[in-house]
């Protein structure tokens, strides 16, 4: 059978050999991207589950539109709202399965083979693969603890005319990286000055453990004239309420949006309206703060418990940056001493000590930094990752 | 902004700006393609959620895999194998989020731009749209009551070496024809015969009236040697259980399955486990054939109304064929005696009498043929369908 060409384009082997090996019996495994289901508000799902059956049955049953179920777009635009962001409201929003697909559509709706999109390096493994199964060359911006480096991101723009840049400016996936203020500001004005669609994926940007990160670029783009022209923003409810739903959703200029809806309408008809109605009985019923304010506790504990029995461990070995929200720690192996520096050999160790993680290499669109690897500190209890840390340290001792 | 050039493949104005109408106050619509609201088992699927949150409410809220929640692919793989379908287990599966996104795949996983596919003329809408936005040259294939005329079909495909053939077999959209046993065997033969995949889309088949359809052609391939390396067969619990769930899947070669599985997790991931599991509890705790015979006589007796009322009300300015299951009712206007023979013009006179449809022409990818209509009958109770002919038997008489 002959296939489409544009598979051709993509590589997916990396990863899935490595998470064959998660399967072995007894291993702590820190290579998720996932939220920790035990924190999940089971009951308060159950109760938003039943309100939509007892109040609106055809709906949450029935076939809805491809923008999405009307009482959810109205909640998210209040959940935005709540953070500062201004003039989005209920129509501004389509309602997406998970922001995955929102990620999908853009590429469906922008991109044709040859066109160009610029990532962080490293950034999310999926969105590159997303983009390249639609024909884009994926290139790659430099990123420091402050994000993405906005003099090189210029330099980029300038020279490759993309027609996208993808960011995830606070908690990255997998850097933990947040974008200062200052540099939010010169990415609303790159877009402007580039006339180039900034796509803001913000997954993470809820699970903050001490001070709030700053405003979104989409809070931010009403103090940047023009920039709201030219700003996608991906929202989704997977990483505090539950990634099952797969409720996510797309904030984009109107003509942007309603192609993303018409592309949509041939990708899945809608998202469905059962989880959509769930998820929005469980925001008008309040649960939300509570929830979030539990999950970010426990995250921020572990965090914590892992930055410091990696260091205690792994030593002068390891450079990282205390993460302050998010899923992820960001790790490189400074190669000090003499020691370790190829996290897939420090990779294949650690399944041999019971440890898992994941290498940094493919998060990286060109120029793979191998002495990098991500480690997800939340579906462990503490004493689970002190455990882990003591293992990888093992990993790193044993003789190759 | 410039956007993907894929978009300039697709355009949805004709059947939008109708729908647009659909607003007005007492309009009697048979515009619909989706089950009446009113049959869905409302307490069984709030049992199955329930079931699903105290079993399992880890796995119905969490990431799952993007082949599908396992316990939900054996239970399609038993559903399917209580309709004769022999060799297909869970693993050979694939969840889909709505049958809609099987196309999707199928699209994404196959087609290169200016590949051709071969459908009926007419077909369902969405597939035309879904194939032409991966740059598919969409080529209609001739049907009369009977399905698809397979001697048209062969030359056809040796003609144009498509890569794919989209058949609705049983009860299609929105011809209502069910292609013959013998046809379908030939179907198959032709399909090993060119080394061309055959796609078979199944949302209606277990919708008859009276006497069961054919076998699929999924069920029909072990007869027919060779075949099933060449067919995809996509099934849907949208038209009986919720299309509101979205559960949808496909059952492919192995080759194409593992790249529909690729492609579905750079498009969202995974459909919704939320969704899955429910969709799973439902099945086991098996309530499927009661609701399945319950939903059969109600569009049996709405269907028998509508040809009936059909036939009194508007005589021999239509011909049709009495639908033996599924949802619609195809339309022909004859013309004779000089009556009106544009569904276009009759569509837009029936907005002004009060009742809607679909006009034909839209669901012809080649060679629209202006004469024709759809008209559901699912959604409708028999009196309103008895007013909704009146109404439309008024706009065949009333002057342009």
Same mark, same amino acid.
């Given at each position: 059978m002959q296939f489409a060409e544009r598979l051709n384009q993509v590589e997916t082997s990396a990863i899935r050999e490595l998470f064959k090996?998660?399967?072995? %019996?007894g291993i702590i495994s820190f290579a998720g991207g996932f939220p920790d289901s035990a924190l999940f508000d089971v009951e308060g799902i159950r109760a938003a589950t039943e309100a939509a059956l007892d109040e609106e049955p055809g709906a949450a049953l029935q076939y809805g539109a491809t923008e999405g179920h009307q009482p959810l777009r109205e909640e998210l635009a209040r959940l935005m709202a709540a953070k500062g /962001?201004?003039? /989005?409201?209920? @129509? &501004?929003l389509l309602v997406t399965t998970g922001s995955q697909q929102a990620l999908d559509l853009l590429g469906k709706t922008m991109i044709s083979p040859g066109d160009k999109v610029i990532v962080e390096g490293p950034t999310f493994l999926a969105t590159i693969q997303c983009f390249r199964l639609y024909g884009a060359e994926v290139i790659s911006a430099p990123i420091d603890e402050q994000g993405v480096d906005v003099e090189a991101l210029e330099k980029l723009m300038a020279e490759h005319q993309p027609k996208m840049v993808y960011l995830? %400016?606070?908690?990255?996936?997998?850097?933990g990286a947040t974008l200062s203020l200052e540099r939010r500001r010169k990415v609303l004005e790159l877009a402007v000055k580039y006339q180039t669609l900034v796509v803001e994926d913000d997954p993470?940007? &809820?699970?903050?453990?001490d001070a709030a990160p700053p405003p979104s670029l989409l809070a931010l783009s009403s103090e940047v004239p023009g920039s709201r022209a030219w700003l996608a923003h991906c929202g989704s409810l997977?990483?505090? *309420?539950? %990634? @099952? *739903?797969r409720v996510g959703w797309l904030v984009a200029p109107t003509a942007l949006r309603e192609r993303a809806v018409m592309c949509k309408q041939f990708s899945d008809a809608h998202t469905s309206t059962y989880a959509q109605a769930t998820a929005a009985q469980y925001l008008k019923a309040g649960g939300m703060p509570a929830t979030l304010a539990r999950v970010r506790a426990v995250y921020a504990e572990r965090a914590r418990a892992m930055g410091e029995a990696l260091r205690r461990e792994l030593g002068d070995a390891v450079s990282f940056v205390a993460p302050q929200g998010g899923l992820f720690l960001w790790v490189r192996l400074? @190669?000090?001493? @003499? #020691? *370790? #520096? &190829?996290a897939n050999v420090l990779a294949k160790r650690a399944i041999e000590q019971g440890v898992a993680f994941v290498p940094g290499a493919p998060f990286f669109a060109q120029n793979p930094d191998a002495s990098t690897f991500r480690l997800s500190f939340a579906t462990a209890d503490v004493a689970k990752i002190e455990e882990g840390m003591a293992r990888l340290g093992q990993a790193l001792r044993a003789q190759a």
């Open positions: 090996l998660l399967g072995k %019996p /962001v201004r003039d /989005v409201a209920a @129509g &501004d995830i %400016p606070t908690f990255g996936n997998p850097s993470y940007g &809820d699970l903050y453990f997977s990483k505090v *309420l539950s %990634p @099952g *739903l400074t @190669g000090a001493r @003499g #020691q *370790l #520096q &190829d």
